[in-house]
């Protein structure tokens, strides 16, 4: 039975329950604190915030404020030991190491460029960067000294990621069109998919591990043609070829993606206004909601609130908002092979309902709608543009300066 006009014309949309003001620039990376009661947030305000959640504070810890250049990446550590920024702005990169408990803070050399991505070994002895220079490297927390690298890749590398046992190393291309993996001991690439393509779109979403470092998840983009790495793919980490159904249903790029710590849900962000939640091990579309713009997002550890960014015009707020109960019961119901009482209805990939014969439809619940902000003329984040940066005039994105006087 196809969908009724009335099932088509369905959208949902986010409310918020919190929403966290003070930067004043788009905000490009949200990090929680593994206890889910802070929040780091990095902005190009040339700030770094720290958020209290605790109910009755839900305001900026003012005294944690770091003040830096362009802060692109924010991570905190597992045992919660250490803050990590990353970013800067033309010739000056900047990675930033400070330790919670003494404040001390160790600045990073080596990178030429600015840092666009990081991640802390799941020990937290380790720390990965990736930076427009298009190389990885990594780092020794306790000493401030580089470990490994660095690793040459072929492009501006857009995410990184360690596998659990911290023994190797995924990197993904700024353009989402090029995912290696390299050997962290003997510091040698070990498998390449995809190819340098000079004039395309950016997709700076993370990838992350599964299914016990055997597979790598990651928004990709197999189409030359095609500028949006639009769909999600799980890859073989040893071939790098993709295993099992994609994740297909967004229309734009992917430019946020986050995975439950238990493996069980999946959230992703696009440029085409959706914010879309999924149960991980089936590939089914569990919700579709209308998010304006959204940048990045993250889920919180314990999966109940999830958090996001976005980037219409003056609009420089997170939003965090609590994870539908009957999402969270169908994707833990599906991981366990167990019947759900929640979204038994399948979902078009644009997140209408789609019938079943045999199946009685259940309403879905969620909050009364309520949009972000408005803005008369919603535009892409400013990157304030250097000599050595600047917006491509097809793309809305980035290239140095190198790659501007081909292009020309």
């Given at each position: 039975?196809?969908?009724?006009?009335?099932?088509?014309?369905?959208?949902?949309?986010?409310?918020?329950?919190?929403?966290?003001?003070?930067?004043?620039?788009?905000?490009?990376?949200?990090?929680?604190?593994?206890?889910?009661?802070?929040?780091?947030?990095?902005s190009r305000d040339k700030t770094a915030r720290q958020w209290d959640l605790k109910a009755g504070n839900l305001k900026e810890i003012e005294a944690a404020r770091d003040v830096c250049d362009?802060?692109?990446?924010?991570?905190?550590?597992?045992?919660?030991?250490?803050?990590?920024?990353?970013?800067?702005?033309?010739?000056?990169?900047?990675?930033?190491?400070?330790?919670?408990?003494?404040?001390?803070?160790?600045?990073?050399?080596?990178?030429?460029?600015?840092?666009?991505?990081?991640?802390?070994?799941?020990?937290?002895?380790?720390?990965?960067?990736?930076?427009?220079?298009?190389?990885?490297?990594?780092?020794?927390?306790?000493?401030?000294?580089?470990?490994?690298?660095?690793?040459?890749?072929?492009?501006?590398?857009?995410?990184?990621?360690?596998?659990?046992?911290?023994?190797?190393?995924?990197?993904?291309?700024?353009?989402?069109?090029?995912?290696?993996?390299?050997?962290?001991?003997?510091?040698?690439?070990?498998?390449?998919?995809?190819?340098?393509?000079?004039?395309?779109?950016?997709?700076?979403?993370?990838?992350?591990?599964?299914?016990?470092?055997?597979?790598?998840?990651?928004?990709?983009?197999?189409?030359?043609?095609?500028?949006?790495?639009?769909?999600?793919?799980?890859?073989?980490?040893?071939?790098?070829?993709?295993?099992?159904?994609?994740?297909?249903?967004?229309?734009?790029?992917?430019?946020?993606?986050?995975?439950?710590?238990?493996?069980?849900?999946?959230?992703?962000?696009?440029?085409?206004?959706?914010?879309?939640?999924?149960?991980?091990?089936?590939?089914?579309?569990?919700?579709?909601?209308?998010?304006?713009?959204?940048?990045?997002?993250?889920?919180?550890?314990?999966?109940?609130?999830?958090?996001?960014?976005?980037?219409?015009?003056?609009?420089?707020?997170?939003?965090?908002?609590?994870?539908?109960?009957n999402v969270l019961t169908r994707s833990s119901a599906i991981a366990h092979k167990k019947p759900a009482r929640a979204f038994s209805d399948p979902l078009n990939p644009d997140g209408t309902?789609?019938?079943?014969?045999?199946?009685?439809?259940?309403?879905?619940?969620?909050?009364?709608?309520?949009?972000?902000?408005?803005?008369?003329?919603?535009?892409?984040?400013?990157?304030?543009?250097?000599?050595?940066?600047?917006?491509?005039?097809?793309?809305?994105?980035?290239?140095?300066?190198?790659?501007?006087?081909?292009?020309?």
């Open positions: 039975m196809a969908p009724t006009q009335k099932e088509a014309a369905m959208k949902l949309i986010m409310t918020p329950s919190i929403t966290l003001k003070g930067h004043g620039n788009w905000i490009g990376c949200i990090s929680y604190f593994p206890d889910g009661q802070r929040m780091i947030s990095g362009e802060v692109w990446a924010v991570a905190v550590s597992r045992d919660s030991r250490w803050i990590v920024t990353g970013g800067g702005d033309y010739e000056r990169p900047e990675l930033k190491a400070s330790e919670v408990e003494t404040g001390i803070v160790k600045k990073l050399q080596g990178h030429s460029e600015a840092i666009n991505c990081i991640d802390i070994s799941e020990d937290s002895t380790l720390l990965a960067s990736g930076s427009f220079d298009k190389t990885a490297r990594i780092w020794n927390l306790d000493t401030g000294k580089l470990v490994a690298g660095p690793f040459k890749s072929i492009d501006w590398v857009g995410a990184i990621r360690f596998s659990t046992d911290s023994k190797k190393l995924a990197v993904k291309s700024w353009a989402g069109k090029c995912l290696e993996v390299w050997d962290v001991q003997s510091q040698k690439l070990e498998e390449r998919k995809g190819e340098y393509i000079s004039d395309t779109g950016f997709s700076s979403a993370p990838i992350f591990w599964t299914n016990k470092n055997n597979n790598i998840l990651a928004s990709f983009n197999f189409n030359t043609e095609d500028d949006h790495a639009k769909t999600i793919y799980e890859f073989d980490a040893l071939t790098l070829e993709t295993v099992g159904t994609p994740f297909k249903g967004h229309t734009k790029h992917v430019s946020g993606l986050a995975l439950s710590f238990d493996g069980v849900l999946l959230a992703s962000a696009s440029r085409d206004h959706t914010i879309k939640l999924w149960a991980f091990e089936s590939r089914q579309l569990l919700v579709s909601f209308d998010v304006q713009h959204p940048i990045t997002l993250i889920l919180s550890p314990d999966s109940r609130t999830l958090a996001y960014s976005t980037y219409t015009g003056d609009d420089y707020k997170i939003y965090i908002c609590n994870t539908p109960p309902r789609r019938s079943v014969a045999g199946c009685r439809k259940r309403p879905i619940h969620v909050i009364p709608a309520v949009h972000p902000p408005p803005t008369k003329d919603p535009q892409q984040p400013s990157f304030r543009p250097s000599k050595r940066f600047r917006l491509s005039p097809r793309m809305d994105t980035l290239w140095p300066a190198s790659v501007n006087s081909l292009i020309s």
